[in-house]
């Protein structure tokens, strides 16, 4: 029993701690408040009540509210200091999760491993883009893409709602910050201001896309044609190590030169 709820004997209550307790129908309701833009302590407070399960029957007075728990049947009068009292439990969601999280399955799709092991270089580095893209111009149709490149199997008549595409979001920035921790001698040396890739007025999404991509590519296959389709298709992974490495080397020779 939380202590906000002591002296009360109506309710035991137990709410998530960490990201990766989250269910998938968790998530999305999270994702679906959110994408209501509702101040972040009220979407807390709704997930307080609807993971434990307390209905509000009406308001009690401006201070409180009469609530009921689905499972006892129980009613009870909370403080609304109570309430926000139980939602700063929910504080880790103010954050992005530290490890990729993700909802597995929508729109009928699976989606592929949460730290995109296996996931192709290429469909990595599209991705990131899209990302970028999103970051600059709000646009839901860079999100969209994503979730077709992390949900292989989604559907191109699929029609996600916004919570869904947000979830994407998500996932790929605590991928972000994953890859940050995993390859930090590739990912520090990539300059900020650089980093929108879709940021450039004067040219094409399609254009900023093909330019990210070969830029990477030209430094995995040191400027041989031959091995571009292989780079690819390699696990993104196996490419961020090899890239990481690449950017630990270049750093110890400027130090050389120094």
């Keep these: 029993m939380l202590p906000y709820f002591r002296g009360m004997e109506a309710f035991s209550i137990s709410l998530p701690k960490l990201w990766s307790e989250l269910s998938d129908q968790q998530l999305l309701f999270f994702f679906r408040q959110v994408a209501r833009d509702l101040p972040m302590n009220e979407v807390l407070a709704l997930c307080v009540c609807k993971w434990a399960e307390i209905v509000v029957l009406c308001r009690a ?34 954050n992005f999760a530290p490890m990729p999280v993700r909802i597995s399955v929508i729109g009928g799709a699976s989606a592929v491993a949460a730290d995109l092991q296996t996931v192709p270089f290429e469909a990595y580095i599209a991705c990131e883009n899209y990302y970028q893209g999103f970051l600059h111009t709000q646009s839901m149709e860079c999100l969209a893409e994503m979730a077709h490149l992390l949900y292989p199997k989604l559907s191109d008549k699929a029609c996600l709602e916004k919570a869904e595409l947000l979830s994407v979001f998500y996932w790929f920035a605590s991928v972000k910050a994953n890859f940050t921790r995993m390859f930090p001698h590739f990912f520090t040396n990539i300059p900020q201001e650089k980093s929108n890739l879709l940021g450039s007025a004067d040219l094409g999404v399609g254009e900023e896309l093909r330019q990210a991509m070969n830029a990477q590519i030209r430094a995995l296959t040191g400027g041989d044609i031959t091995k571009e389709a292989a780079i690819l298709q390699m696990d993104c992974w196996r490419a961020l190590t090899e890239l990481d490495a690449k950017a630990q080397e270049a750093q110890e020779l400027r130090n050389q030169l120094k």
């Excluded at 009068?77 to 504080?91: D, E, G």
């Design 61 to 94: 007075d401006k201070h409180s509210c009469l609530v009921k728990d689905r499972k006892s049947k129980r009613q009870v009068v909370l403080a609304n200091w109570q309430v926000t009292f139980a939602a700063r439990q929910l504080a880790f969601l103010e």
